[in-house]
C-alpha cells in the first residue's frame, strides 16, 4: 500500500483564492512527520511546512497551513490568497519511526499535485 | 550563495558510460541523501549518509554507488549508465535529531537543484 497518496494530480484556483492540496498517509508509528514541498518549473525541491505528529495545533506558515487530521491520517495543506507564483507541483512527504532514530530520516514522497493558478 | 549545491545541472552522456554527481553543503548538516525524480513516480531515496562513516542503502539503489568524501561532501556514481537512469537527481540534507521525543522543524530534509541527466 501507499505510504503517501495524493489523489488529486492537478488543481486550478483562481489568483486570490484559497485552495487546499489533499494528502492521505499510512503509518503504523505514534511518532512520524509530515512535510510539504513545493517544486517550481524550475526543479528545486523548496520547504513549504512540517507538521509533527505529536503537534496539537495544525501548522502554519505565512499563506500556508496544514489541516492535520491525525484519526483520518490526512494532512492537506491550504494555501490562501493564491498568487501566480504558487503554480507548481507539491509534494507532500512522510518522515517515520522514532524522532532522530537512524530510520527516522527517511522521507517517503507522494506523487504530487501540479497546481496553476490562473487569474 | 546556496546552502546545498550539485554539479553538474545537466548531464548527457551514453550508455555504459561511468558518472559522478557531486553534492555540496555550507548547512553544517550530518546527514546526506540521494534522491531520484521521476515523472508521476514522485521522489525515491537511492542511498543516504549519517555521517562520514555510516552509508545506507535506499528504497532503489541497484546501479548506483556512493562516497561520503567529508561531512560536507556526498558524491553518487552510476558505473555503467543505462537509459532508465535517465532522471532527475536531487541531493538533501538535515540536521541530526536529538533522540527521546519530536522537535518542531528539526530532521527537515533541504534540497539542492537537482541534476538532470539523461543517459543515451
Known amino acids: 500500500a501507499q505510504k503517501i497518496t495524493q489523489t488529486q494530480p492537478g488543481m486550478f484556483v483562481q489568483e486570490k483564492e484559497a485552495v487546499t492540496l489533499d494528502c492521505t498517509y499510512d503509518?503504523?508509528?505514534?511518532?512520524?512527520?509530515l512535510f510539504w514541498y513545493k517544486q517550481p518549473s524550475s526543479g528545486e525541491m523548496i520547504f513549504l511546512i512540517y507538521?509533527?505528529?505529536?503537534?496539537?495545533q495544525n501548522a502554519t506558515e505565512g499563506r500556508y497551513s496544514l489541516n492535520f487530521q491525525k484519526a483520518r491520517k490526512s494532512a492537506n495543506l491550504v494555501i490562501s490568497a493564491s498568487q501566480l507564483g504558487d503554480s507548481a507541483m507539491y509534494f507532500c512527504a512522510m518522515r517515520e519511526g522514532r524522532f532522530g532514530g537512524g530510520t527516522a530520516s527517511k522521507l517517503t514522497f507522494g506523487t504530487g499535485t501540479r497546481l496553476q493558478v490562473t487569474l | 550563495d546556496a546552502d546545498v549545491t550539485q554539479t553538474p545541472r545537466n548531464r548527457i552522456t551514453k550508455t555504459g558510460k561511468r558518472i559522478m554527481l557531486e553534492c555540496s553543503q555550507t548547512?553544517?548538516?550530518?546527514?546526506m541523501y540521494w534522491y531520484r525524480q521521476d515523472p508521476g513516480l514522485g521522489l525515491r531515496l537511492i542511498y543516504y549518509?549519517?555521517?562520514?562513516?555510516?552509508?545506507n542503502k535506499g528504497e532503489i539503489s541497484d546501479g548506483y554507488s556512493v562516497s561520503r568524501q567529508a561531512q560536507a561532501k556526498f558524491s553518487l556514481s552510476l558505473e555503467s549508465a543505462i537509459p532508465n537512469q535517465t532522471a532527475l537527481y536531487f541531493c538533501a540534507t538535515s540536521d541530526y535529531g536529538l533522540a527521546g521525543g519530536p522537535i518542531r522543524g528539526m530532521e527537515t530534509q533541504y534540497f539542492g537543484p537537482g541534476t538532470r541527466l539523461l543517459v543515451l
Open positions: 549518509s549519517f555521517d562520514v562513516k555510516d552509508i
Open positions: 507538521q509533527g505528529s505529536y503537534d496539537e
Open positions: 503509518t503504523s508509528d505514534q511518532s512520524y512527520g
Open positions: 548547512k553544517g548538516h550530518d546527514r
